[in-house]
């Protein structure tokens, strides 16, 4: 969803002329310069650089498949390793035997992937009890040594725990960080399809075609694969294929640019926290809004930062003492200027409305501490409006967070902070964070949390951020969004980059 709203942007001007090519030329019109093929300047004929002394891996794109295997060769595939039990390919299927509980016996293939789905046909052929078990190996060593993190499914899969993610740890024993029930029994004798998508240390155990179970919490290494693993059981297994991902929906993919969020909608150019503010943002090009949801004296949720309606209106008062006629009342653009007099303090409802029918995502904060019952109020507005794929909550109030997660657990959520916490990524599997969202100072002080938090598939997005040296900073950081005050800038200076 924010992979890149330029991308989508340029999308649609390749259909009929869209505002960031009307961006770019206007730039390149201001600039005095036309488009010309890039070339090299010329330079001396120079010897060929040496040979470097190893291949760089080369990432591989979304939708690569890396590992396809119908088992139809006469032994083992080229590459694969069978570091433990028994291991064979019988009649088009690979079959592996484990003898007991005790032997983990394991097959490694693959390279090491941050993004990818595993998936397989497996099929339980003899075991010898309902609770025993085979797992796909989300990140094991190739030597298949400890630790190494995997998906398992009983045979007995509808059992409480017939579903798990789990590591075997440096010290040999099990440490199971998530469980599930199955929507119906592997049992023997039956294939079974079975899916399990990564983003880091999080992923998605996909039993038939449905999502069972997510985590946050897959431990990964510098360099495991992937693996098959049979436990008291013989198991066989059939079209197995590995297929690499783009980094998790919030995360910037490879070359893509930083995601623009329009903070308070486009709130240099018109009056903060209106439906005019979010029009500007929206035609600059920017495809979030960020705003500010606080609840009205009889509990309606509208869109406004300060606790008081004091500097951005024509009223007085703290928000939650005026009731939802009175805000309606109120002129929210005259302070801004003449040309915004008459624009409106929106409920967080008219500017779902808003965005749905002109267009756009949300960047939802939950501004100061909220009840339980002011959260469901939010999430029933959201839900109502069929908005909930389009709206992503954020807030600087760890309950609010958890309440929003027990409310609505498919609403992705952003943790706002000034400064950064000792361990970021352990904050932001606690809270089952999809984004952490630092000030800029904040950032600055350690901007290598970028690159852990990335690899715990959680996305950087920093605020409030409005000049060209910082975006350069940032985007050289490897942050995925920029909350600013002027969208349509950074959406103009990203255009001209690319
Ligand atoms: O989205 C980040 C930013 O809005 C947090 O600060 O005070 O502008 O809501 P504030
Ligand atoms: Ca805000």
Do not use: C
């Amino acid at each position: 969803m924010t992979q890149s709203h330029l991308s989508r942007a340029g999308r649609r001007n390749a259909r009929g002329g869209g505002r960031s090519g009307v961006v770019a030329a206007l730039l390149a019109s201001a600039l005095g310069v036309t488009t010309v093929a890039l070339t090299t300047p010329d330079a001396a004929p120079q010897a060929p650089a040496p040979a470097a002394p190893y291949a760089p891996v080369a990432a591989p794109a979304p939708g690569d498949v890396l590992v396809d295997e119908s088992f139809g060769g006469p032994g083992l595939p080229a590459g694969w390793s069978a570091v433990e039990g028994d291991w064979k390919v019988e009649n088009g299927r690979l079959v592996g035997a484990s003898a007991n509980w005790n032997q983990q016996t394991r097959i490694t293939f693959g390279r090491h992937l941050t993004d990818f789905r595993i998936e397989v046909t497996a099929r339980f052929e003899t075991v010898v009890d309902a609770a025993r078990w085979t797992a796909l190996g989300l990140d094991v060593p190739a030597s298949g040594v400890t630790p190494w993190s995997i998906a398992t499914m009983r045979s007995g899969t509808t059992a409480g725990n017939g579903l798990e993610f789990a590591q075997r740890t440096p010290a040999d024993s099990w440490s199971v960080t998530n469980t599930a029930v199955a929507p119906a029994a592997a049992g023997t004798g039956r294939d079974v399809r079975i899916a399990v998508e990564v983003h880091g240390n999080s992923a998605r155990w996909i039993f038939e075609g449905k999502e069972v179970m997510r985590t946050s919490q897959v431990a990964r290494s510098a360099d495991g694969g992937q693996a098959l693993i049979v436990n008291g059981a013989r198991v066989s297994f059939d079209d197995l294929k590995v297929t690499a991902l783009a980094p998790g929906a919030f995360r910037r993919g490879p070359g893509a640019p930083l995601t623009v969020f329009a903070h308070r909608g486009a709130s240099s150019a018109a009056p903060e926290n209106t439906l005019l503010s979010d029009e500007v943002a929206r035609r600059a090009g920017a495809e979030w809004i960020e705003n500010d949801v606080q609840p009205s004296r009889d509990g309606v949720p509208y869109v406004l930062h300060d606790d008081t309606v004091n500097r951005t209106t024509n009223g007085q008062g703290r928000i939650r003492d005026l009731t939802a006629a009175q805000l309606d009342a109120l002129d929210a653009g005259a302070w801004f200027g003449p040309a915004s007099a008459g624009a409106r303090v929106p409920s967080l409802a008219a500017q779902l409305d808003d965005l749905r029918t002109r267009g756009g995502s949300l960047l939802l904060e939950i501004k100061g501490p909220h009840t339980r019952d002011e959260v469901a109020r939010i999430v029933k507005d959201v839900r109502d409006h069929g908005m909930t794929g389009r709206v992503f909550v954020q807030s600087f109030e760890v309950d609010a967070l958890r309440y929003t997660r027990e409310l609505a657990p498919d609403l992705p959520l952003g943790l706002l902070r000034g400064s950064l916490d000792t361990d970021p990524v352990a904050v932001a599997r606690d809270l089952g964070l999809s984004a952490y969202n630092p000030s800029d100072a904040a950032l600055s002080t350690r901007p290598e949390v970028v690159g852990a938090l990335h690899a715990a598939g959680v996305a950087v997005n920093v605020w409030t951020v409005d000049t060209a040296d910082r975006w350069k900073a940032l985007d050289a950081a490897g942050v995925d969004g920029v909350i600013t005050n002027r969208p349509a800038e950074l959406a103009g200076w990203l255009s001209a980059r690319q």
